[in-house]
Nanobody, 120 residues
Framework: QVQLLESGGGSVQAGGSLRLSCAAS????????MGWFRQAPGKQREWVSS???????SYADSVKGRFTISRDNAKNTLYLQMSSLKPEDTAMYYC??????????????WGQGTQVTVSS
C-alpha cells in the first residue's frame, strides 16, 4: 500500500524554523522526482519546491533562499527545511511524488498534509 506521511508541522513565530518530513512507503521513490506544495486558507494550492532523482532542486521565488529541499533515498524520506519563516508561509504543506524522474511530469501520489502556522 502506497503511503506518504508528512510530519514536522506546527506553530512558530516569524523568523523561526521548521523541518518537514515525508516518509514514503509502498513504492521505489528513488525513481521519481518529489516535491512540496502548500495551500493557504482561501487560496489555490501552490508549488513550493522539487527535487529530482539526481538531487537537482528548484524553488518558488517566494521561498528561495529560505527553504531547502532534500531527500534520503535509503530512507525513502523527503525533507523541507524552512527558515526565516513569515506569516505568509502559513499553509497546509503537502508532499508529492511525480510519475517519473522528470519534475515537469504529472503527479502520482499526494500526502495528507501537515499544517504550518507562522505568527507575527
Amino acid at each position: 500500500q502506497v503511503q506518504l506521511l508528512e510530519s514536522g508541522g506546527g506553530s512558530v513565530q516569524a523568523g523561526g524554523s521548521l523541518r518537514l518530513s515525508c516518509a514514503a512507503s509502498g513504492d521505489t521513490y528513488r525513481r521519481y522526482c518529489m516535491g512540496w506544495f502548500r495551500q493557504a486558507p482561501g487560496k489555490q494550492r501552490e508549488w513550493v519546491s522539487s527535487i529530482s532523482t539526481d538531487s537537482t532542486t528548484s524553488y518558488a521565488d517566494s521561498v528561495k533562499g529560505r527553504f531547502t529541499i532534500s531527500r534520503d533515498n535509503a530512507k525513502n524520506t523527503l525533507y523541507l527545511q524552512m527558515s526565516s519563516l513569515k506569516p505568509e508561509d502559513t499553509a497546509m504543506y503537502y508532499c508529492v511524488v511525480h510519475v517519473s524522474v522528470y519534475c515537469a511530469s504529472g503527479y502520482k501520489y499526494w500526502g495528507q498534509g501537515t499544517q504550518v502556522t507562522v505568527s507575527s
